[in-house]
C-alpha cells in the first residue's frame, strides 16, 4: 500500500522558515492533485496550498505571500515552504493525494510545526 510521509517540521522561531516535504513511497494512481493541510489544536484541518497536476496551484489566504507549494514528480515529493512563520501557523501539516475515477483520498501521518514567539 503507498503511503504519503511527512518530513520537515520542527520547532522554529517566529520569523523563520521551514520546507516540509510529502514523499511516496511508490507510485500513487490517478493523482489530481495533491494538497497541504494542517489542524491546529481544537480547529478543524483546513487547506494550506494545493498543486494540480498542471501546476495550478491554490493558497489559503493567511498564507499567500508567505509559502509555497511545489513537487518534483521524479522523487515523488511534494514540498511547502513556508517562510515568515507566524505562531499562528504553529499545527500539525498533512499531505493527501486526491484522485480520479473514485479513487480514495491518501493521507500523510502529518508532521508537527511550532512557531515560537
Known amino acids: 500500500q503507498v503511503q504519503l510521509v511527512e518530513s520537515g517540521g520542527g520547532l522554529v522561531q517566529a520569523g523563520g522558515s521551514l520546507r516540509l516535504s510529502c514523499a511516496a513511497s511508490?507510485?500513487?494512481?490517478?493523482?489530481?492533485?495533491m494538497g497541504w493541510y494542517r489542524q491546529a489544536p481544537g480547529k478543524q484541518r483546513e487547506l494550506v496550498a494545493s498543486?494540480?497536476?498542471?501546476?495550478?496551484?491554490n493558497y489559503e489566504e493567511s498564507v499567500k505571500g508567505r509559502a509555497t507549494i511545489s513537487r518534483d514528480n521524479a522523487k515523488r515529493t511534494v514540498y511547502l515552504q513556508m517562510n515568515s512563520l507566524k505562531p499562528e501557523d504553529t499545527a500539525v501539516y498533512y499531505c493527501?493525494?486526491?484522485?480520479?475515477?473514485?479513487?480514495?483520498?491518501?493521507w500523510g501521518q502529518g508532521t508537527q510545526v511550532t512557531v515560537s514567539t
Open positions: 493527501k493525494a486526491e484522485r480520479r475515477w473514485g479513487l480514495p483520498v491518501i
Open positions: 511508490g507510485m500513487i494512481v490517478g493523482i489530481n492533485a
Open positions: 498543486i494540480t497536476n498542471g501546476d495550478s496551484t
